[in-house]
Nanobody, 114 residues
Framework: QVQLVESGGGLVQPGGSLRLSCVASKITFSVYNTGWYRQAPGKQRELVAHITTGGNTNYADSVKGRFTISRDNGKNTVYLQMNSLKSEDSAAYYC????????WGQGTQVTVSS
């Protein structure tokens, strides 16, 4: 059974940084596009960042210049480096492999607050 396990969330002050990780198991990770989504209370889940098998990336306008997605196929891991965090970045962050009809992690909470 495919598993995606996220880590790295937590409480951080505005302007701070966090690095999320998502480790995939029982899946040929390298052949899938991957991404990070987030969902805040009362809001729809939204795409934050996406990276293709070839390493091409795209970002939500709200995070461009602050967040960086990367992947290490040797470690079956996708990362999300989040800098200059704002309160509006607070949400549950979900790792995705293979698109919205693919596989999802259980989520990791990010709270940006002073």
């Amino acid at each position: 059974q495919v598993q995606l396990v996220e880590s790295g969330g937590g409480l951080v002050q505005p302007g701070g940084s966090l690095r999320l990780s998502c480790v995939a198991s029982k899946i040929t990770f390298s052949v899938y596009n991957t991404g990070w989504y987030r969902q805040a209370p009362g809001k729809q889940r939204e795409l934050v960042a996406h990276i293709t098998t070839g390493g091409n990336t795209n970002y939500a306008d709200s995070v461009k210049g602050r967040f960086t997605i990367s992947r290490d196929n040797g470690k079956n891991t996708v990362y999300l480096q989040m800098n200059s965090l704002k309160s509006e970045d607070s949400a549950a962050y979900y790792c995705n492999v293979g698109g919205t009809q693919g596989y999802w992690g259980q989520g990791t909470q990010v709270t940006v607050s002073s």
